[in-house]
C-alpha cells in the first residue's frame, strides 16, 4: 500500500495543481467568478463590494426559512 500512495502522490499533486491553473485562467480570462449561475466580476470582489447571500438561488436549494 505504501509503494502505491508513493507513486500516485505525483500524479495527485499535478491534478490539483492542474484544477487551480484551470480555475485561474479561467477567471482572468472571463473577468470574474460565475458561482450558482450569478456572475461576479473581479472589480467588485476586490472592493468587497458582493453582498453576502447576494447570488442567486435555485428553488429549493440551501437551508429551509
Given at each position: 500500500?505504501?509503494a502505491?500512495?508513493?507513486?500516485?502522490h505525483p500524479?495527485?499533486?499535478?491534478?490539483?495543481?492542474?484544477?487551480?491553473?484551470?480555475?485561474?485562467?479561467?477567471?482572468?480570462v472571463r473577468?470574474?467568478v460565475?458561482?450558482?449561475?450569478?456572475?461576479?466580476d473581479?472589480?467588485s470582489l476586490?472592493?468587497?463590494?458582493?453582498r453576502?447571500?447576494a447570488?442567486?438561488?435555485?428553488?429549493?436549494?440551501?437551508p429551509?426559512?
Amino acid at each position: 500500500p505504501a509503494a502505491t500512495l508513493m507513486l500516485l502522490h505525483p500524479i495527485a499533486v499535478l491534478l490539483l495543481l492542474g484544477a487551480a491553473w484551470n480555475s485561474t485562467v479561467r477567471t482572468l480570462v472571463r473577468g470574474g467568478v460565475r458561482w450558482r449561475g450569478t456572475f461576479y466580476d473581479l472589480a467588485s470582489l476586490r472592493r468587497g463590494l458582493v453582498r453576502r447571500g447576494a447570488g442567486r438561488r435555485a428553488a429549493g436549494a440551501g437551508p429551509a426559512n
